[in-house]
């Protein structure tokens, strides 16, 4: 059985304003640069790297175009004053995770008007420098814990815990 969770239900939100109408949002995706440091002495015929400067990604949302709705008004707003702001995307309740990032709208709402369609928007935020990635578990029945709930997991192992459920 597969352990697929149901997209349906995430949010974005800007500095706690859910920004209404979502249809698809895609999250950062973090990468690094690489350097080729390969010389005639490198091992087996092989490329060697070192690994530079890491870019946060980009957040991509798409949704319906809804004029009045605050988020989306921030949206335009943030672009044109160029000014970081504090993201939340919240996944759904079953998989317990929550990402933050800072970034700047890169990419003011894109109006579009297809003839057999929603009028629609799309926008991307530029991740300003890292984001976090926080997870949430409940375990029950651990090997070293028979009633153990791992409370919050980060995407850099900040916070690990254990305490008793009963």
């Known amino acids: 059985m597969s352990n697929a969770n149901w997209a349906y239900g995430t949010i974005l939100s800007r500095l706690g ?3 209404a109408e979502i249809r698809n949002i895609t999250a950062p995706v973090p990468t690094a640069d690489t350097y080729d440091v ?9 490329k060697e790297f070192l690994v530079g ?9 798409e949704g319906n175009f809804y004029p009045g709705d605050p988020g ?3 949206l335009i707003n943030d672009f ?4 970081v702001r504090s993201y939340t995307l919240t996944f759904p309740a079953a998989m317990g995770a929550t990402m933050t990032f800072d970034g700047y709208v890169v990419t003011a709402p894109e109006i579009t008007a297809p003839v057999d ?3 629609g928007f799309r926008a991307t935020i530029k991740v300003a420098s890292t984001y976090s990635l926080f997870l ?3 375990l029950i029945g651990t090997p070293t814990n028979p009633k153990c709930s791992l409370i919050l997991f980060s995407r850099y ?7 008793s459920l009963g």
């Open 117 to 119: 369609g929603a009028v």
């Open 80 to 83: 044109n004053s160029c000014t």
């Open 157 to 163: 192992l900040k916070y690990v815990f254990c305490r």
């Open 38 to 46: 390969t010389t005639h002495d490198s091992a087996g015929g092989y």
């Open 136 to 138: 949430t578990f409940i």
């Open 53 to 61: 400067l890491k870019d946060g990604g980009e957040c991509t949302l």
């Open 72 to 74: 989306q008004i921030a």
């Open 17 to 19: 304003v859910d920004i």
